[in-house]
């Protein structure tokens, strides 16, 4: 039977073109069933305080970067959204004295205008965001050489060369209301894609690129970022793709419950559990991938029942 359109934008792929016994399936599940979905390869990790989550997962910056050596250079790369963890990762590395001299991070994305990233100066820059909630606050002592940074441009070819001879030992991410990790978004519903969205194995060639952003993408952003000014989001940005995320030793997304829904923070878990993987939903691809690790804080988790509001 031909997939269903979607419920909110009917042009594009996304997750309600799914089959509704699956949805039906996610949406049951409690926070103690979230918790026993690990499996090899997929680890499920519950935190009782907002406190405890983030301290988490700045404590991943630490660690990879303290595995980082001048013969075998170690980095991460790092989302916004959450941001609350940048502020910590520079406290933790001033505080502990830990050397950056040799470490690297790459920025998952950035917005794109007419086909240019988004100057530094733009309101919404991640790589602003980076430089002002993070390493700017780091002690020159200890601080990251330039070089060593590494933010996604419309042109390429540079960003995607700086993954050559250094190891990334961590991809963090949040999730989007659309369930992609960083702006790896569904597919328009056209072309060779109009009957069926592309096949995993198509989707994970797509390296980092210009990607157009679902309108689901759009309003999030709106909302986390803009006070709802949907006018001031860009409908396109470049994303850090599968194919680097793969050459991430590990993949750490991060649920506080500000992004993504109950849900969505049920449906990519169970998808990855069980290994059904589908495009329409990206997030679900990492059931491929040997190291993937979903990170949730319990009070953000909610529940999928009906509430007037």
Known sequence: MPRKLSSVAPDWWDYTTLDSDLIEDAARLTQRDLAQLSR???RVVMYDTIQEFYLAEALEYITAWRLSTPDSPVGICGPIGPTEQLPLVARLVNELGVSLKHAHFWGMDEWCVGSQEVPVSHPLSFERTDR????????PRWSMPEENLHFPKADTASYRKSWDGVRCAVMQGGQGDVKHWAFNDPMRRSGEWLESPPSP?????????????????????AR??????ISWVPTQAISVGPVETWRAEKVSIWHAGNHDNPFGQRLTAFMISKGIADTSVPMSILAGHPNVQFNYFRGGIGHCGVEMH
């Not at 002002?132 to 002690?139: A, G, Q, R, Y």
């Not at 986390?224 to 000014?229: L, V």
Request: aromatic share 8%; glycine share 10%.
């Open 132 to 139: 002002e909630m993070c390493f700017n606050l780091i002690d």
């Open 40 to 42: 090899p390869g997929f």
């Open 224 to 229: 986390t970022s803009g006070g709802g000014n």
């Open 201 to 221: 194995a198509e989707f994970k060639k797509l390296a980092t690129r210009i990607v157009d952003l679902h309108p689901l993408t759009i309003a999030q952003n």
